[in-house]
């Protein structure tokens, strides 16, 4: 069946138990799955042919709630021309509602709390002036929860809120009938404040302080949760908005300065010394350093020139560039990197489904027990204000906020370090895979090694020189493509500082190597058997020394019917291999060597990373068995790959982590994505996965801890419904900031 997807924004939750009320709506609908996030506020929802979206927000309405479609991005504003308000005039956001409404309920609930627990403030009459102070704080500031437990009830639901809202109203319409109708009301009235549900006159008790606290405290709660809840998340805001504004296009051989989403492939664009680069493009004329650490975390500028691949968001920091863009939106590497944290941040581990299957049965079940403690302390005591108590505090205690917000608020902070380090977590399923993995398969070429051939050695004849051997072999390669041939020219360009010479009357010959005129002088370059051919006698220490180079390629050069010397060419291991593969190791996994080459170059690279175990010659296809094979023994298996040879192979393994200097294939079947092209990364990752499944962990046994532990503590009376409010609010901030503690991941 085809299906489509969507992604929805769904309003009015504050609890996991709505969000999981809402998911459970969602899926009921034929052939549609959903996921709801609490901490996003968003919904991911896959839907069949014949069910339009304004189906599945009209179920999130009847359900309560509200939704829609996150609208398009805004296009950049003309810097000639900006629009929008003025700083300070756009609308408030929730944030800044809840500190309004926290503010000043703290303000007028302080001397209510203050009076109920300081005997020598309780002045005769006292009592009502707690009453005007507490009332605005109980129907004004606890307005939100009353609001949605309303909601709520018209929906046959029950949520947090309504546990919040029952035990505030249920405190303060006790008080109102102990002072309207009991005796708490005459003048000189005193009580004092007890930690717990003591035996008193219910007549003449009354809960005010309790009214009043349990909301500041909940509201306080709510207003660092969103503020916690937004610090989680700037990660990725921050990763969104970092690319250019507006750009400089050429037209007509004129700069035009537009806005950057109206550039479209083929357009040809100037970037200046430290501006950013707009979008994916090649470098068409200029040559500068360009600082690719806002994207990939690497601190060393890379060097571009015409024909070199850019990224949009980079800083170019030297030379002035003129850029042609081939990628532009949502096809940019930025744009892709950010849509893979933010899938990442939307979906759900297992232990948070968990979580919320639970959520979701707590609220009624928590009901039944605050139902349950006050007929118990009515039939065991009689006392009719102990048995209130005890009941709200229940209510009160057991608010499964904490369980809702541990798994996704570690995720969402998890990912959005995760890209600022260069590492994309593709989803949630991903942390769990790696507490399991004990080997590591690495693929050879572009991953372990730099995937670029260059020049390793340079042997000179006894009666040759080496400069006149690099010069010349390099001069008569720069006519070839092969690339041993430009591993060569590279290197003789660099090392001599100079304009290689000129090449005449070059000839290829098919598997043997190039030949051609430099200066006047015949020379030959390529395999031993080249030069035989042209009659040419190859010294037998270049022989000796081109064997002893196993692993490497050997070009052998002439001059004019003599020898000058070898080269030897090889596929450079990357200068971070062998560090990365002891990180590893640190980790507990067994590193594997893989790779298509021969078995002599398989196991000088792993002998130089330090790698035991080699497997050579292996054909693409047969990479995936080759991890299937691994897997039958028993072992789970990351793999990190580069090449689309490697997309089978990154599929089958538990844990497949990709290269993003690699191509598009192999980034798409990888779990994780690694910016940089190095294998440091590789550890950096795993680690950052274990990192952010043992903080949700964490949160998930303070969050159940927490319940378990307070819940008898208030049936049995030993807790004030005060207390309670402020215990449950100050879980969910724990939870909160424990998660925030993985942004000084490093």
């Known amino acids: 069946m085809e299906t489509s997807e969507v992604e929805l924004t769904i309003g009015g939750m504050t609890c996991a138990s709505c969000a999981a009320r809402v998911e459970k709506k969602l899926n009921r609908m034929d052939g549609v799955t959903a996921t709801v996030n609490y901490a996003t506020e968003k919904a991911r929802v896959s839907y069949p042919a014949g069910t339009e979206v304004a189906d599945l927000i009209a179920t999130v309405v009847k359900t309560g709630y509200t939704a829609e479609e996150p609208p398009p991005p805004a296009p950049a504003p003309d810097p000639a021309h900006p629009a929008g308000p003025e700083p300070g005039t756009g609308p408030a956001t929730e944030q800044d509602v809840l500190r309004r409404r926290l503010v000043v309920s703290a303000l007028l609930a302080a001397p209510v709390v203050l009076m109920a627990m300081?005997?020598?403030?309780?002045?005769?009459?006292?009592?009502w002036l707690s009453l005007t102070l507490a009332a605005p704080v109980v129907v004004w500031g606890a307005l939100p929860f009353h609001r949605a437990a309303w909601t709520n009830l018209r929906h046959g639901a029950a949520t947090m809120d309504t546990l919040v809202s029952t035990g505030t109203l249920a405190a303060f319409g006790w008080s109102l009938w102990a002072l309207f109708f009991g005796t708490a009301g005459m003048p000189g009235m005193r009580h004092g404040f007890d930690l717990t549900a003591g035996r008193t006159d219910g007549a003449s008790v009354i809960y005010l302080e309790v009214a009043a606290g349990v909301t500041v405290f909940i509201l306080l709660g709510r207003y660092l949760e969103a503020r916690s809840k937004r610090q989680a998340g700037a990660a990725l805001r921050a990763l969104m908005d970092m690319g250019a504004k507006d750009v400089a296009v050429l037209r007509d051989g004129a700069e035009v300065r537009v806005p950057v989403d109206r550039l479209a492939v083929g357009d040809r664009f100037v970037v200046r010394p430290g501006e950013k680069i707009a979008t994916d493009g090649l470098v068409v004329e200029g040559a500068s350093a360009v600082d690719v650490s806002m994207l990939s975390g690497e601190s060393v500028p890379v060097d571009v020139w015409p024909g070199e691949p850019v990224t949009g968001a980079t800083l170019n920091t030297a030379g002035r560039l003129v850029v042609e863009a081939t990628s532009v939106g949502a096809d940019t590497r930025l744009a892709r990197m950010a849509k893979l944290v933010e899938d990442a941040q939307n979906g759900k581990a297992q232990v948070q489904r968990l979580a919320d299957r639970i959520s979701a049965v707590f609220v009624p079940v928590v009901l039944l027990i605050a139902a349950a403690t006050l007929g118990a302390w009515l039939g065991a005591t009689g006392d009719t204000a102990a048995a209130?108590?005890?009941?709200?505090?229940?209510?009160?205690?057991?608010c499964p906020c904490a369980l809702g917000l541990a798994t996704p608020t570690a995720l969402m902070v998890g990912t959005g370090r995760g890209a600022q380090l260069g590492i994309l977590i593709k989803g949630p399923e991903v942390l769990e895979s790696t507490r399991k993995v004990d080997t590591v398969v690495l693929d050879k070429t572009g991953t372990v090694t730099t995937g670029r051939m260059t020049l390793q050695g340079v042997h000179p004849a006894e009666t040759a020189d080496a400069t006149d051997l690099l010069r010349l072999a390099g001069a008569l390669e720069q006519a070839s493509e092969h690339p041993v041939a430009r591993a060569v020219t590279e290197r003789a360009a660099e090392r001599l500082r100079d304009r290689l010479p000129a090449v005449e009357d070059f000839v290829n010959v098919p598997g043997l190597g190039v030949r051609g005129v430099v200066e006047g002088h015949e020379v030959l370059a390529g395999r031993a058997r080249l030069l035989e051919e042209a009659g040419v006698e190859v010294p037998g220490e270049l022989l000796r020394t081109a064997a002893g180079d196993s692993g490497r390629t050997a070009v052998f050069a002439a001059r004019d019917g003599k020898a000058l010397g070898v080269l030897t060419v090889a596929d450079a291991v990357k200068d971070t291999s062998a560090e990365a593969v002891r990180e590893l190791r640190a980790l507990g996994l067994t590193p594997v060597l893989l790779t298509g080459d021969a078995r002599a170059v398989a196991e000088k690279v792993a002998a130089e990373v330090g790698v035991e175990e080699v497997y050579a010659e292996v054909m693409p296809e047969e990479k995936v068995r080759l991890v299937?094979?691994?897997?039958?023994?028993?072992?789970?298996?990351?793999?990190v790959g580069d090449g689309v040879n490697d997309a089978a192979a990154l599929a089958t393994a538990d844990l497949g982590l990709a290269m993003g200097t690699g191509t598009d294939v192999a980034i798409e079947a990888g779990d994780l994505t690694l910016v940089r092209g190095d294998l440091r990364v590789a550890a950096d990752a795993i680690r950052l996965a274990r990192r952010t499944l043992a903080t949700i962990k964490g949160n998930l046994y303070w969050a159940f801890g927490y319940n378990v532990a307070a819940l008898p503590?208030?049936?049995?009376?030993?807790?004030?419904?005060?207390?309670?409010?402020?215990?449950?609010?100050f879980s969910s901030v724990f939870v909160v900031f424990n998660s925030l503690r993985l942004r000084s991941f490093s």
């Open 628 to 639: 299937e094979r691994l897997q039958a023994q028993g072992r789970t298996v990351a793999m």
């Open 118 to 127: 300081i005997g020598p403030l309780q002045f005769d009459n006292w009592q």
């Open 388 to 398: 209130f108590t005890a009941a709200v505090a229940v209510l009160i205690i057991a």
């Open 713 to 729: 503590l208030a049936a049995s009376g030993l807790l004030n419904p005060m207390i309670a409010g402020f215990a449950m609010a």
